[in-house]
């Protein structure tokens, strides 16, 4: 499994000031919440969910217990230390970093990707670090590696 790619995903969604995504996900792997639940709760389609919950699956290959290992460990770390570098300002977006103006949230998705991968790379290293510590620090297994 390439816990790399779930967490590339999740750090992402939080550059891109996307954290509904991630509680979605947090709901569905560590609350057992199922889609239509989730749905309700806030306010969108089942079938959304689902394609959140399938892209996760599909970066993680579908090894589910891997998966949960990696929202457990890592989504904490994601939403709490990786701060959106994304401003949207009536209905556009502008990056923090270089300043390019962008038009929807999935042309900020690729920007983060093609322009700032080095940050993306970086914020993975870092977070595996950090998950990592804080598992030492409670006496836990290591947190799952790639």
Known sequence: MSVKEV???????????????LNIIDDYFNLGMSPSEIARAYGISKYTVRGFI???LVKGR?????????VRAYLPVVLGSV???????????????????LDSVAAANSHIVRAHGD?????IK?????AGRKARERGVQEAPAT
């Open 7 to 21: 967490l590339g995903y999740f750090i992402l969604k939080a550059l891109v000031g996307d954290v509904t995504v």
């Open 54 to 56: 399938e892209r996760v």
């Open 62 to 70: 579908y090894r589910y217990r891997s998966i949960e290992e990696a």
């Open 83 to 101: 701060k959106p570098v994304i401003k949207f300002e009536g209905g556009l977006a502008r990056c923090a970093i270089c300043g390019k103006r």
């Open 119 to 123: 940050l993306l790379n970086k914020l």
């Open 126 to 130: 870092e977070v595996m670090a950090r």
